[in-house]
């Protein structure tokens, strides 16, 4: 066992007081292109102006790579950023750059003990997003992709993204009571977002029986074209 190793089993293994949680450094996240944006951009057949706005969501959502890859393609870094705009947790998603498929998801967690022997705040009551969130009206979807693909084409909302594998809790909802919230679940989430926030937020069933990414990819196709 080398000395990264025990510092990691000793920072899991403190009690809570004694753990070292401390804010992920804001220069570890440097936005880069990754097998997410490398997608984007040949979805939009590197149409110059799309691009430019590729970029910038890059820059606003924070993305990044690991030098890791699957079949060559780059890990994307999927932060999740709360309000203060502290980097609390996330994912490390692996995607197909020619159909957009995910081929792994790794939490962001997992990455970061080879980094720094530290047991890091994380809150995953924070949407994919919620550090862009403005008084605008705001969309929640699922897949973080979703997101990303939903600002390219309504850059005037806020999207945010739940995650891949995870689902709606009511501390992630109560932040926007009172607010213009719309809901768009797929078929696998539809039942529990409806039962469980159907009476204070507008749960819209159209992508139930149609996927929204595909949707959306839609929409860019004729925006690039334009």
């Known amino acids: 066992m080398d000395d990264k190793e025990l510092k990691r089993i000793l920072a899991i293994k403190a009690s809570v007081y004694e ?13 880069r292109h990754s ?13 110059a102006k799309m691009l430019n706005r590729i970029d910038n969501l890059v820059m606003r959502y924070r993305l990044g790579a690991v030098h890791k890859t699957m079949n060559e393609h780059f890990g994307t ?4 950023i709360n309000r203060k705009g502290m980097i609390v947790g996330g994912s490390v998603i692996y995607y197909n750059t020619e159909n957009g498929a995910m081929f792994q998801k790794d939490e962001l967690i997992n990455h970061l003990y080879s980094w720094y ?15 862009l969130c403005r008084d605008r009206q705001t969309v929640i979807v ?4 979703t997101a990303l693909l939903g600002a390219l084409v309504h850059p005037n909302y806020d999207w945010l993204a739940v995650g891949v594998g995870n689902n709606l809790t009511e501390n992630m909802m109560k932040k926007f009571m009172g607010r213009q919230v719309i809901l ?9 977002w409806s039962d469980h926030f159907g009476s204070k937020f507008k749960v819209d069933d159209s992508f139930t ?11 860019i196709h004729k925006q690039s074209v334009l």
């Open 35 to 47: 097998s997410m944006s490398d997608y984007m951009d040949k979805l939009v057949n590197y149409d």
């Open 184 to 192: 768009f679940p797929d078929d696998f989430c539809f039942d529990f």
């Open 142 to 145: 699922q897949e973080e992709k």
């Open 117 to 131: 022997a530290f047991d890091y705040y994380t809150d995953s009551n924070v949407f994919f997003g919620e550090h």
């Open 209 to 219: 029986h149609q996927d929204i990414n595909q949707y959306l990819i839609d929409i």
């Open 19 to 31: 753990r070292s949680l401390i804010e992920i450094p804001r220069d570890s996240f440097v936005p």
């Open 77 to 80: 870094i999927m932060p999740r």
